[in-house]
C-alpha cells in the first residue's frame, strides 16, 4: 500500500514553517535588522493567510512578539591607508570606540559612560513601547 501523500496544505505549511525558520535564524544571527525580521513575517502571512491553518496564524503571531533587544547603534568602517578597522558600540549604558591595526591588535580605545546622561533615543523607544501597550491593551492590533 502506498503511504498517504501530502496535502496541498500540508505542503504550504511546510514550506512557510522553513520559511519562517529561515528569518528567524537570520535575526538571532544578526544578518537582518528587527525591523527587516517584521517585514519579512509580515510578507509571509500575506502570502499563505486563507490558505494555513489556524495553527499556522498562531505560530506566526508567536513570531512576531519578539521584542528588539539589539544594541541600539553599531558601526564598523576600515581605512585602506594606513589599514585601521574602527567599531563603535553604543547600547543604553556607554559608547565605545576601538580602532585597531590591520593584524588586529588595539590602537586606540575609548569608553564614555552615559548612565548619567539624558538620552533621547531611549526616552523616545521607551515612549514609543508605552504606546504601543497602551493601543494594544485597548484591543487594537499592530498592522
Not at 97 to 125: F, H, N, Q, S, Y
Not at 135 to 140: Q, R, S
Request: a negative charge; proline letters at 4%.
Amino acid at each position: 500500500m502506498l503511504p498517504e501523500l501530502p496535502t496541498v496544505e500540508d505542503e504550504l505549511e511546510r514550506k512557510a514553517m522553513d520559511e519562517m525558520t529561515r528569518i528567524l535564524h537570520h535575526y538571532d544571527t544578526g544578518r537582518i535588522t528587527h525591523r527587516e525580521m517584521n517585514l519579512m513575517l509580515d510578507t509571509l502571512w500575506a502570502c499563505v493567510s486563507g490558505l494555513a491553518g489556524e495553527d499556522w496564524r498562531e505560530m506566526l503571531e508567536e513570531a512576531r512578539r519578539i521584542e528588539d533587544d539589539r544594541v541600539p547603534f553599531e558601526y564598523h568602517a576600515i581605512r585602506k591607508h594606513p589599514y585601521t578597522l574602527v567599531s563603535i558600540h553604543r547600547n543604553d549604558d556607554s559608547l565605545s570606540v576601538i580602532m585597531r591595526t590591520a593584524t588586529g591588535d588595539i590602537k586606540r580605545e575609548r569608553r564614555i559612560d552615559l548612565t548619567d546622561k539624558v538620552l533621547p533615543a531611549k526616552i523616545a523607544r521607551d515612549r514609543m513601547k508605552a504606546t504601543i501597550k497602551e493601543i494594544t491593551d485597548g484591543g487594537f492590533e499592530p498592522l
